[in-house]
């Protein structure tokens, strides 16, 4: 039964309130912890858990535990977790990035319990007030290094996320954290050097409102991302990233010096080139839908 079962969430920002507030609605008793008291007052204020507790008193308490905190932190939690959890209980973490985080914990004594997870959600607010209903619907979740969780923890964390409308799919950790880099973390990087861009070129700000289009919106809304979250997984997936980045430079460079050079007919093949995106994106939802 839901009303047996605890649910302890560490981190009641975008992702963990989200999930804190679907799992909520649908009978679970929901634990929340967070390193921002204010953070926890504002959780219980908008009925997204039913209680605060310490992260030990957490860890004891629940028997399925989402860590919900910048990937940097992540690794030293989920090990103070499993030293005060059960054998019994379960900890999911939902972090960007993997391969770090798994190894740091791989020699626990409590690494079956453990499930490496990354909903792949999100908006660019955060905070308790960020989380919504639904945000996970119909998305993919990734499953890392599942092999090293036991059977039954595995299946707990597979329930968990099916209760929150995901698909799992399973990759090697260094896999996703490469194939992150480069459809994520490198968008986040784009848009946080437009924004600052914008703001250092255009000192107006009044006219970066009046004339800004829908494109521009659209383009630079991952900027208001927050920076707490963001640096940590920049630093954590430093390598992978850096070689998205060398590859972004020279796509740029490619265009300023077409650009430089009046040669229309270059910036016409480069845009064609960069429109087979949109092949790639229609095959990609095309073998969702057949997988689903």
Known sequence: MKENRVIGVVGLGLIGGSIAKDLHKVGYDILGFDSNPIHIKKAIGLDIISRGLELEELAKSADVIFVAIPVRET??????????????????????????????????????????GHPLAGTEYSGPQAAIFDLFKGKKNIICEEHLSDE????????????????????????????????????????????????????????????????????VRLAKSSPHTWSSIFVENSDHLLKALKYYISELEKFKTAIEQKDEEKIKDLISEANEIRRVLNGLKYNIVKLS
């Open 75 to 116: 690794g030293d939690v989920i090990r103070e977790v499993m030293d005060s959890m059960s054998w019994n209980s379960v900890v999911i973490d939902t972090g960007s990035t993997k391969k770090n985080i798994c190894q740091s914990v791989r020699s626990h004594t409590k690494r079956g319990r453990f499930v490496a």
């Open 152 to 219: 039954d923890a595995l299946d707990i964390a597979v329930e968990m996320f099916d209760e929150l409308g995901m698909q799992c799919i399973f990759m090697d950790p260094a896999e996703h954290d490469k194939h992150m880099a480069y459809v994520s973390h490198l968008s986040h990087v784009s848009a946080f050097t437009l924004g600052t861009t914008v703001l250092d070129i255009e000192k107006d700000e009044k006219q970066i409102f009046n004339l800004a289009s829908t494109g521009f919106e659209s383009t």
